[in-house]
């Protein structure tokens, strides 16, 4: 059983940036591949991107490629979302998730969600 919790998202007017953070818990953070994904209101969860377990290889939707970065704290079982240079369009709810399969962009292969954390872009 693996716990995620989000932190850092806020309020932010555009052309700004926010840092996510989400703190997993279990002894075995390393064994999966970790990611972000976001729902705006109205809108079906989207995947943002992704880093894997294995070798840190890094995935993005085409539209935040550029100015998101995932990154990963094996020791201290944390993952980040730094998101620079933000959008309107980037307002949602962002969730942390953690799962082992390769079909990254769908929510299906992800087993573990957190509880997500609001972020707002003003124009």
């Known amino acids: 059983q693996v716990q995620l919790v989000e932190s850092g998202g806020g309020l932010v007017q555009a052309g700004g940036s926010l840092r996510l953070s989400c703190a997993a818990s279990?002894?075995?953070?390393?064994?999966?591949?970790m990611g972000w994904f976001r729902q705006a209101p109205g809108k079906e969860r989207e995947f943002v991107a992704a880093?894997?377990?294995?070798?840190?290889?890094?995935y993005y939707r085409e539209s935040v490629k550029g100015r998101f970065t995932i990154s990963r704290d094996n020791a201290k079982n944390t993952v980040f979302l730094q998101m620079n240079s933000l959008k309107p369009e980037d307002t949602a709810v962002y969730y942390c998730?953690?799962?082992?399969?390769?079909?990254?962009?769908?929510?299906?292969?992800?087993?573990?969600w957190g509880q997500g954390t609001q972020v707002t872009v003003s124009s």
């Open positions: 998730v953690a799962g082992t399969s390769s079909a990254i962009i769908t929510t299906a292969a992800w087993t573990y």
């Open positions: 880093i894997q377990r294995s070798d840190s290889t890094y």
């Open positions: 279990g002894r075995t953070f390393s064994s999966y591949n």
